[in-house]
């Protein structure tokens, strides 16, 4: 079965910090196929981040990805208040699980 | 203005039934797949199931293979999930979401999702 394991769980930081979050997968990804979703309270996720470091149409570019095989991050590098939210990445290959969530939360 | 939006979802009990319905508009809703994924409260996000742009192709998660049904009306732009044999783990907020490549399931687009709820 194939995993994705996403740490920290909770990532405490102040507006102006950087963000690194990281996603783990069980197998190696092929050919990159990963991307990353934002999900506010309320409100449906967003696509930020795909083939593993392209942004997706209005993403502004504090937001950034990185890796390969098996393992990826998604960096944030100057947190603004709109950016505490849930992230979510997503292997869309063969297969399509998300993993469980990193929730960014103002310290 | 490109979007999706969910409606029929509601409080229903266990063993019943429920068709969501997605509309999309802003977009040529034939050209692309598109799914539904669902959230538990206070859970992550699970992909339900798919539908190619010609509905030949359909695709269900295991947990709801032989109970849900996904279907689309190219001709209105709509989107549907019918829902049989409903049990209390199906409760969850179902997003609708397109995909933009040929079996490269990534979201670019989601709805604001609707809540079911199965519960007696």
């Known amino acids: 079965e194939f995993v994705l394991t996403q740490s920290p769980g909770t990532l405490s930081l102040s507006p102006g910090e950087r963000a690194t979050l990281s996603c783990r997968a069980s197998?190696?990804?092929?050919?990159?196929?990963l991307a990353w979703y934002q999900q506010r309270p309320g409100q449906a996720p967003r696509l930020l981040i795909y083939?593993?470091?392209t942004r997706a149409t209005g993403i502004p570019d504090r937001f950034s990805g990185s890796g390969s095989g098996t393992d990826f991050t998604l960096t944030i590098s100057r947190l603004e208040p709109e950016d505490f939210a849930v992230y979510y990445c997503?292997?869309?290959?063969?297969?399509?699980?998300f993993g469980g969530g990193t929730k960014v939360e103002i310290k | 203005q490109v979007q999706l939006v969910e409606s029929g979802g509601g409080v229903v009990q266990p063993g019943r039934s429920l068709r969501l319905s997605c509309a999309a508009s802003?977009?040529?809703?034939?050209?692309?797949?598109i799914h539904w994924l669902r959230q538990a409260p206070g859970k992550g996000l699970e992909w339900v199931s798919a539908?190619?742009?010609?509905?030949?192709?359909?695709y269900y998660t295991d947990s709801v293979k032989g109970r849900f049904t996904i279907s689309r009306d190219n001709s209105i732009d709509t989107l549907y999930l019918q829902m049989d044999s409903l049990r209390p783990e199906d409760t969850a907020v179902y997003y609708c979401?397109?995909?933009?490549?040929?079996?490269?399931?990534?979201?670019?687009?989601w709805g604001r999702g609707t809540l079911v709820t199965v519960s007696s």
């Open positions: 997503q292997q869309y290959g063969r297969s399509h699980p």
């Open positions: 979401a397109r995909s933009l490549i040929r079996g490269l399931w990534y979201f670019d687009l």
């Open positions: 083939g593993a470091s």
């Open positions: 802003g977009y040529s809703f034939r050209t692309y797949a």
């Open positions: 197998q190696s990804i092929s050919s990159n196929y």
């Open positions: 539908i190619s742009s010609d509905s030949i192709y359909k």
